[in-house]
């Protein structure tokens, strides 16, 4: 009995300065918060109850500050168990997407850029070279032009020197459709120089064939070879022309007294023929031609027969 009162008179003291003294809050123990592996973080997510748990100082713990590291622990769980993807993959495609779009856009823009800076240096590039093949055509237009006005300066020059009649001959005959006539076969040689005074391009000369006519009968013809005449040099020419048994019909009465009297016999004659010369200056582009028509009177005199007939002064150039 004593001794309950004096338990009593102990607790009632207590409480007593419980009740004098102002009230305070508990003193809580100091801690530290150690992350927690799989197992403990278990045995801390599913412990029955606060009352559970170990008495230790370090892990005593308030139910408050046991959900507080329930929760924690859960979330730590939450964090390992779950994949990084799941929580981060959303918003890192969304930014992934984001950039490659942005990447894409200047990708595009660059190569927007690009070509059309590709396509002015071309465009320049070929305007430069239509300039340049004009340019080049204009002046070997104006060089072709110049050389080939040059040219007509430098005509060739072709004289006639004289003409031999070495003989002629006239009989009855027939004409091959059986007509008799009479036939006159007349030999000839004419001579002539042809010149070339250009200082810088040679000729090729050629010649329609050389004809006598008496009026519009024709008597004789003949063929002037081609040649090569080089610059600034000159050459004679000599052409024979004849005629074999060509048929009279009566056309020149003169002629028939020269069966006895040959050298009684004048008969007028015309020589025809055109001197062609082309020029290549500057190969096959650049050429230049002339034409030289020529027209000679001559007599067939019996008389002179293989004597030079002068024809400087009686011929005509067109």
Known sequence: MPLAMHAKSDSEVTSMDAASSPPRSPRRPLYYVQSPSNHDAEKMSYGSSPAGSPTHPYYHCSPIHHSRESSTSRFSASLKNSNPRHLYGGAWRKLHRGHETDDDEDDEEEDGEGGRRGSSSAWRGARLYACF??????????????????????????????????????????????????????????????????????????????????????????????????????????????????????????????????????????????????????????????????????????????????????????
């Open 133 to 318: 093949v004009l340019l080049f055509v204009l002046l070997f237009t104006a060089f072709s032009l110049i050389l080939w006005g040059a040219s007509k300066s430098y005509r060739p020059e072709i004289v006639v020197k004289n003409v031999v009649f070495e003989n002629f001959n006239v009989q009855a005959g027939n004409d091959p459709s059986g007509v008799p006539t009479d036939m006159l076969t007349l030999n000839s040689t004419v001579r002539m120089v042809y010149r070339n005074p250009a200082t810088f391009f040679g000729v090729h000369v050629t010649s329609s064939p050389l004809d006598l006519h008496y009026f519009q009968l024709h008597l004789a013809s003949g063929h002037m070879k081609k040649f090569y005449q080089s610059r600034k040099s000159q050459r004679p020419v000599v052409t024979m022309v004849a005629g074999y048994q060509v048929p009279l019909y009566g056309g020149i009465s003169v002629l028939s007294m020269a069966r006895e009297h040959r050298e009684k016999v004048a008969v007028p004659l015309n020589l025809t023929f055109v001197v062609r010369s082309r020029a290549y200056i500057l190969g096959k582009l650049v050429k230049s031609k002339f034409y030289r028509k020529i027209r000679c009177s001559v007599t067939l005199r019996g008389n002179q027969l293989g004597k030079r007939q002068n024809l400087t002064d009686l011929c005509t150039y067109h």
